[in-house]
């Protein structure tokens, strides 16, 4: 069974920083993209960053400079080290993993709340 365990979000005030984590357990998914998502109340979910096996890596041009991808040796673990947060980065923070970014698995979500 496949499973993808998220930790590390919270409560943090504007300027703060926060480090997000998500294991990846289980057979049967591929973890050549592993990504984080996020989704705001009454927007779309976005793609946040993204890690590709090889070493390419990809951000959102909202978090451009402020985020930070990072995988485990074994790529069974990725975490996003955020800095700089700001209002807009409130949201629910989801792990992805897959061969592409259309056909993996999900996390079940950790809240990011950026207030004062």
């Known amino acids: 069974q496949v499973q993808l365990v998220e930790s590390g979000g919270g409560l943090v005030q504007p300027g703060g920083s926060l480090r997000l984590s998500c294991t990846v357990s289980?057979?049967?998914?591929?973890?050549?993209?592993l990504a984080w998502y996020r989704q705001a109340p009454g927007k779309e979910r976005e793609l946040v960053a993204a890690?590709?096996?090889?070493?390419?890596?990809r951000y959102a041009d909202s978090v451009q400079g402020r985020f930070t991808i990072s995988t485990g040796k074994a790529r069974n673990t990725v975490y996003l080290q955020m800095t700089s947060l700001i209002p807009e980065d409130t949201a629910i923070y989801y792990c992805?993993?897959?061969?592409?970014?259309?056909?993996?698995?999900w996390g079940q979500g950790t809240q990011v709340t950026v207030s004062s």
């Open positions: 289980g057979s049967g998914v591929s973890t050549n993209v």
């Open positions: 992805y993993s897959g061969f592409s970014t259309r056909d993996g698995r």
């Open positions: 890690s590709v096996g090889g070493g390419i890596k």
